[in-house]
């Protein structure tokens, strides 16, 4: 045994975060942000809010500069920034990333790399271990190469996203792998995530929320799954519905102070974290357009401490039934979803509502009233949603509970 003066409190990283977070947040201090350092990609994903072809000039041009990064990466450091992500776009499509990153490294920052994996390259592999990132996220789109690259729209891109992940279990980095469900992908889910935990060994994770484009497109729409379809991926994988439930009964009884009720922005964006888009565009989140400060024309502590404290003042303008919603974290409604599906921040995304509902209903959560839901118990398409609820939790065919959902939705 030690002497007592050289023991050291040995924490996780949960118990770590949690302690600097309870600590920091009533301070305004912005925790953790992230950065997209280029909306160019190789892949054409048919679903993504963002991307832009490689060989775009302006984008390319557009972008911030390595020297103007490293001025950000400064000012956010001196601010209290410690969490950061880094996405895109690919960022590995721009040719200078791993010098940004280095920076970025070299001012202590924990940094999460998202990617798709298809430019790792063996040398970009090593560097990443000199270099350890806090976690690398890639998404894969298949268990064929014919799904991945039906999504992506570049044949070739499956062997090299498995390519890339291959160079960086070799080299042990802490990797996850995770995949958006759309209608292309859905059929090949469970062979995905079967693959990743048992072949591979390591998390896979998965989701169905997609959005439109950032110009307000429905095109990624297309390929969205239906609510319905959404809760039977749930209803398929006891610890998700575990998962579920305990999230739930975490946040259950909690209600919005007084104080913060006509707020527009419940959302921790603007108080502890933030974003900045490959222009440098800071906002309270990369999928809110518009409402942003040019960090070309003015330093981060003044986009945070004035623009981005005028922007998370704005109050409702009408009250709607997500204002009152205690469920509403069982689909991630928020004013930024609002705005790129309905093109009103304060109006409800239906789509969200229903698998809302759907959730609370069938893992038994309940549903408090929250004005005029048709949703609700009493609400014109309560019956059948639940319904569609018993449909499935039975385990009929899909037919049945396609005709369901959509009697609700005409």
Known sequence: MGHP???????????????????LVPQRVPLGGSIEVTWRCPNKCVHCYNNLPMNDKDARCSELTY??????????TEAGCLWLLYTGGEIFARKDFLDIYTYAKKKGLLISLFTNGTL??????????????FSIEITLYGQTKETHDKITGIPGSFKKCLNGVQLLLERNLPLTLKTVVLTLN?????????????????EFRFD??????????????????KPHEVLELDLQDLKRVEEWKKFAKD???????????DKLYQCGG????????????????????????????????????????????????????YVDCEIVAMCGMCPANGELENGDAEEPVDFLCQVAHLRA???????PSHGDCEYCEGGKDFRKLMQSVEALHQGKNSTGSNQLLTNICT
Not at 361 to 367: L, Q, S, T
């Open 5 to 23: 003066l050289f023991r050291l409190e040995i924490q996780n990283y949960e118990d770590w975060s949690l302690k600097v977070h309870q600590k």
């Open 67 to 76: 020297k103007e990064h490293c001025r950000i990466l400064d000012e956010i």
């Open 120 to 133: 790792i390259t063996p040398e970009i592999a090593d560097y990443l271990v000199q270099w350890r990132p």
């Open 186 to 202: 859905k059929h090949e889910l469970w062979e995905m995530k079967s693959f990743v935990e048992k072949e591979l060994g390591i």
């Open 208 to 225: 169905a929320m997609i959005s439109p484009r950032l110009d307000c497109s429905h095109s990624p729409l297309a390929v969205r799954l």
């Open 251 to 261: 946040l259950s009884g909690y209600v919005i102070p007084p104080e913060q009720k």
């Open 270 to 321: 603007g108080d502890v974290s933030f974003a900045i888009d490959p222009s440098g565009r800071l906002s309270i989140c990369n999928f809110l357009p518009g409402n942003t400060w040019d960090l070309r024309k003015g330093s981060f502590q003044k986009g945070w401490e004035n623009f981005l404290l005028e922007v998370k003042s704005k109050t409702i303008t009408r009250h709607t039934k």
């Open 361 to 367: 209903y069938a893992f038994d959560i309940p549903v």
